[in-house]
């Protein structure tokens, strides 16, 4: 299928991307797309206009628009699941009838998130209280989907912060529920228990703890704890009390459900005003991927430049480099997004997959990366895009001159990534410094920056919530439209199975309770070490 890209990709391979720019003056507008306030600059990378035409064809060939009309209108394109996929609904909940099951969506979903913000006006004022008074810690339990974009987001807004501290139990390692609760007081601390199925072991475990701490601490659990689910009977089988479940539909995945219930810890933090905010920001995303041409359409175009770079160039990884600290936690909402979504072998048929997918994804904010792994992305022999975000305005007027810097820093990378810096360059350099003969040479050869790595930057004025929910909504579309070109599922996950299913066999043989025969060696010895191992 990329046969065509790919010929053309050995072509203009060894062009630079610096000359790209002396050929063509206006390079930077023709290879960026803008919506609304925000700007997508995919200049610094390989990509001409016969590469982009070739790309989008790929858009028309794979149909992209009739994919997307379908999650859109609630088809069931989660096929292996037999599923709508949904979730642009719930940014969207003054949207017309859309009927799934020939039932209108929309009227529960705006009854939901109406009661999602009586709840937390209630906990936000005070009026809706534990035995310990008004509610000053909520604690998310969740995992996965469950977890990554409601602390992704609470962090992200922290300027918009004016409701109770929130804290984020995931793991099941138990310090990471000890460490926290620790700090807190269990009759003014709201437990939300998030999880879609209410069965995931590592949620269902914390959430038991958190229980008997509640309970030990002279707290109510029948105040004091809710739930966002899509189970009603596994909600009502902890316990949790109807009026403090907050339900939702099969049709939201996991990984894509912090714009409904699953986003209450958010709205509880930053207020339902914002929250809706946020929303909006996705909804304008999505209008925004539904009517513009390809060329135009940012989340079309961001996904184009990830297949350029990984099905067609080769490259495996791409860095997600936000000069954002409040964007700390994005690379791993990202990893969840793109590598839960597009780490597939298979294609919707069954076939194998006759190209790689789903890029490793990995990143850190600026400018800390850039004394950690950035000596890599500079002059390591791998080729590796990086993708950077970055805010023209930071939300501290008082320390504006950080944020010179680190835009200075940003946009710095970038210019060195593709510039680089020759052997001549270096060879002056060093005999600027008084080097010459072989040890010169020898020294030159280590300052010399290969460049032509190609980069991309995603620019916006500052990160409020509703730039927060373009953001999302548009790496969002862009698994999509890349899942979409390669024919697979994005909306399923069977690959996480099988390791929670040799979990469950395992516990008990750490427990003692069964025998290990039948575990391969390697297993057999490890379970004798920890069973060895006496505290
Ligand atoms: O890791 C698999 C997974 O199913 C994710 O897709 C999901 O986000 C996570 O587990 C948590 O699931 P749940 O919300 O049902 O607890």
Same mark, same amino acid.
């Given at each position: 299928? $990329? @046969?065509?890209?790919?010929?053309?990709?050995?072509?203009?391979?060894?062009?630079?991307?610096?000359?790209?720019?002396?050929?063509?003056?206006?390079?930077?507008?023709?290879?960026?797309?803008?919506?609304?306030?925000?700007?997508?600059?995919?200049?610094?990378?390989?990509?001409?206009?016969? *590469?982009?035409?070739?790309?989008?064809?790929?858009?028309?060939?794979?149909?992209?628009?009739?994919?997307?009309?379908?999650?859109?209108?609630?088809? #069931?394109?989660?096929?292996?699941?037999?599923?709508?996929?949904?979730?642009?609904?719930?940014?969207?909940?003054?949207?017309?009838?859309?009927?799934?099951?020939?039932?209108?969506?929309?009227?529960?979903?705006?009854?939901?998130?109406?009661?999602?913000?009586?709840?937390?006006?209630?906990?936000?004022?005070?009026?809706?209280?534990?035995?310990?008074?008004? $509610?000053?810690?909520?604690?998310?339990?969740?995992?996965?989907?469950?977890?990554?974009?409601?602390?992704?987001?609470?962090?992200?807004?922290?300027? %918009?912060?004016?409701?109770?501290?929130?804290?984020?139990?995931?793991?099941?390692?138990?310090?990471?529920?000890?460490?926290?609760?620790?700090?807190?007081?269990? #009759?003014?601390?709201?437990?939300?228990?998030?999880?879609?199925?209410?069965? @995931?072991?590592?949620?269902?475990?914390?959430?038991?703890?958190?229980?008997?701490?509640?309970?030990?601490?002279?707290?109510?659990?029948?105040?004091?704890?809710?739930?966002?689910?899509?189970?009603?009977?596994?909600?009502?089988?902890?316990?949790?009390?109807?009026?403090?479940?907050?339900?939702?539909?099969?049709? *939201?995945?996991?990984?894509?459900?912090?714009?409904?219930?699953?986003?209450?810890?958010?709205?509880?933090?930053?207020?339902?005003?914002?929250?809706?905010?946020?929303?909006?920001?996705?909804?304008?995303?999505?209008?925004?991927?539904? !009517?513009?041409?390809?060329?135009?359409?940012?989340?079309?175009?961001?996904?184009?430049?990830?297949?350029?770079?990984?099905?067609?160039?080769? %490259?495996?990884?791409?860095?997600?480099?936000?000069?954002?600290?409040?964007? #700390?936690?994005?690379?791993?909402?990202?990893?969840?997004?793109?590598?839960?979504?597009?780490?597939?072998?298979?294609?919707?048929?069954? !076939?194998?997959?006759?190209?790689?997918?789903?890029?490793? *994804?990995?990143?850190?904010?600026?400018?800390?990366?850039?004394?950690?792994?950035?000596?890599?992305?500079?002059?390591?022999?791998?080729?590796?895009?990086?993708?950077?975000?970055?805010?023209?305005?930071?939300?501290?007027?008082?320390?504006?001159?950080?944020?010179?810097?680190?835009?200075?820093?940003?946009?710095?990378?970038?210019?060195?990534?593709?510039?680089?810096?020759?052997?001549?360059?270096?060879?002056?350099?060093?005999?600027?410094?008084? %080097?010459?003969?072989?040890?010169?040479?020898?020294?030159?050869?280590?300052? *010399?920056?290969?460049?032509?790595?190609?980069?991309?930057?995603?620019? %916006?004025?500052?990160?409020?919530?509703?730039?927060?929910?373009?953001?999302?909504?548009?790496?969002?579309?862009?698994?999509?439209?890349?899942?979409?070109?390669?024919?697979?599922?994005?909306?399923?996950?069977?690959?996480?199975?099988?390791?929670?299913?040799?979990?469950?066999?395992?516990?008990?043989?750490?427990?003692?309770?069964?025998?290990?025969?039948?575990?391969?060696?390697?297993?057999?010895?490890?379970?004798?070490?920890?069973?060895?191992?006496?505290?």
């Amino acid at each position: 299928m $990329f @046969t065509d890209l790919k010929s053309l990709h050995s072509e203009i391979c060894s062009e630079d991307i610096t000359d790209l720019f002396d050929r063509d003056p206006d390079r930077a507008a023709t290879f960026s797309v803008r919506h609304e306030t925000l700007l997508f600059d995919y200049s610094k990378t390989r990509i001409t206009s016969r *590469v982009r035409t070739g790309l989008t064809s790929l858009c028309e060939e794979r149909g992209v628009a009739a994919k997307r009309d379908a999650m859109f209108r609630g088809g #069931r394109i989660n096929e292996t699941e037999k599923r709508a996929v949904l979730h642009t609904a719930l940014r969207d909940p003054e949207g017309p009838e859309l009927l799934v099951d020939g039932e209108d969506i929309r009227r529960p979903l705006r009854e939901t998130l109406e009661r999602m913000e009586d709840l937390a006006r209630r906990v936000r004022s005070g009026a809706m209280q534990g035995p310990g008074g008004a $509610f000053t810690d909520v604690v998310n339990i969740g995992i996965g989907g469950s977890d990554l974009g409601p602390v992704m987001a609470t962090l992200a807004l922290a300027p %918009y912060h004016d409701g109770p501290r929130c804290h984020f139990v995931s793991n099941v390692d138990g310090a990471h529920i000890h460490d926290i609760l620790q700090r807190i007081d269990p #009759r003014t601390t709201l437990v939300i228990v998030a999880s879609k199925t209410f069965t @995931t072991v590592e949620t269902m475990t914390n959430a038991g703890t958190a229980r008997r701490w509640v309970e030990a601490g002279g707290g109510d659990p029948a105040q004091q704890f809710l739930a966002l689910s899509t189970s009603e009977e596994e909600t009502e089988a902890f316990g949790i009390p109807q009026e403090h479940v907050f339900g939702f539909e099969d049709w *939201v995945g996991g990984r894509y459900s912090v714009w409904g219930p699953i986003g209450l810890s958010v709205m509880l933090a930053v207020g339902p005003e914002n929250f809706r905010a946020f929303l909006a920001g996705g909804k304008a995303m999505d209008d925004h991927f539904l !009517s513009a041409p390809w060329e135009r359409n940012m989340p079309v175009m961001l996904a184009l430049t990830g297949i350029w770079h990984n099905q067609v160039c080769g %490259y495996p990884t791409r860095a997600v480099l936000p000069y954002d600290q409040r964007l #700390r936690r994005l690379p791993a909402y990202l990893q969840q997004l793109e590598m839960e979504s597009n780490g597939k072998s298979v294609a919707m048929d069954g !076939s194998a997959l006759p190209f790689p997918s789903g890029p490793v *994804v990995w990143g850190e904010p600026g400018t800390n990366g850039q004394h950690a792994f950035y000596q890599l992305l500079h002059q390591g022999t791998s080729v590796i895009p990086a993708e950077f975000l970055v805010a023209a305005m930071g939300h501290e007027p008082e320390l504006a001159h950080h944020h010179k810097l680190l835009v200075a820093n940003c946009l710095a990378q970038s210019e060195a990534l593709m510039r680089g810096r020759g052997l001549d360059e270096a060879r002056a350099r060093m005999r600027a410094e008084g %080097y010459e003969g072989a040890e010169l040479e020898r020294q030159a050869r280590h300052r *010399v920056f290969p460049g032509n790595r190609p980069s991309t930057t995603l620019i %916006y004025p500052q990160l409020t919530p509703y730039v927060l929910g373009q953001i999302i909504a548009l790496y969002e579309h862009r698994v999509f439209v890349e899942g979409v070109i390669l024919g697979i599922n994005s909306f399923d996950q069977w690959g996480v199975e099988l390791g929670k299913e040799l979990a469950n066999t395992l516990a008990p043989l750490l427990a003692g309770e069964t025998n290990p025969d039948g575990k391969d060696g390697s297993t057999r010895a490890l379970l004798d070490y920890v069973r060895g191992t006496k505290g």
